[in-house]
């Protein structure tokens, strides 16, 4: 069982910064990707960012110059530092493990309880 923690959201004009950061229970998730979805009220759950074990990063296109997502092993945690906030980047943000491989359980998706962002105008 793996546990995702996320802490680091909160009330910020726009323009403004902040940066969350995910903690894991467990180090088997330095060998998998690990991510960063949004969910705003009544609209999908949508990738923001994800970096590989090995560093590679890809964003979506809505945060690319402006978010940056990292990671680092040694703590088991990820971090995604947001800058130039807009109001529409107000959400619900989650962190996530996809695809870890569980002995008696197959294939996991593991997820953070997730953190409030909200950016006023």
């Known amino acids: 069982q793996v546990q995702l923690v996320e802490s680091g959201g909160g009330l910020v004009q726009a323009g403004g910064s902040l940066r969350l950061s995910c903690v894991a229970s467990?180090?088997?998730?330095?060998?998998?990707?690990m991510g960063w979805y949004r969910q705003a009220p009544e609209k999908q759950r949508e990738l923001v960012a994800q970096?590989?074990?090995?560093?590679?990063?890809n964003y979506a296109a809505t945060v690319k110059g402006r978010f940056t997502i990292s990671r680092d092993n040694a703590e088991n945690t990820v971090y995604l530092q947001m800058n130039s906030l807009k109001p529409e980047d107000t959400a619900v943000y989650s962190c996530?493990?996809?695809?870890?491989?569980?002995?008696?359980?197959?294939?996991?998706?593991?997820w953070g309880r997730g953190t409030q962002v909200t950016v006023s105008s």
């Open positions: 467990a180090t088997i998730v330095r060998a998998y990707p």
């Open positions: 970096i590989t074990s090995t560093g590679s990063t």
């Open positions: 996530n493990v996809p695809g870890v491989a569980v002995l008696g359980r197959g294939v996991v998706d593991y």
